[in-house]
């Protein structure tokens, strides 16, 4: 079963944060306030954070999610 993730996500690795959804690439030790997008301008960068983030997201999807069978007293 595929789940489909909606609107942004974003992942961080190091200064880079990239913001999928709505294309922006950060190095936030250079641009702590995001004002200098950097996705044109850095297409490695681009590429191997989607990868990254796309890796997690497909982790995440094959997790198995809670169910009510075999939830522990008190969690949630």
């Known amino acids: 079963m595929q789940k489909n993730f909606l609107g942004t996500r974003s ?13 922006e690439l950060y ?10 997008n950097l996705y044109d301008e ?6 191997n954070l989607r990868a990254k983030l796309d890796k997690m997201i497909e982790t995440i999807n094959d ?9 522990k ?4």
């Open 11 to 23: 992942i961080r690795d190091g200064p880079w944060k990239l913001i999928s959804g709505v294309n």
């Open 27 to 36: 190095n936030l030790d250079e641009d702590l306030e995001e004002l200098n």
């Open 42 to 47: 850095r297409p490695d960068k681009v590429e």
């Open 63 to 71: 997790r198995e999610l809670r169910t009510d069978e075999g939830r």
């Open 73 to 76: 007293e008190g969690v949630c």
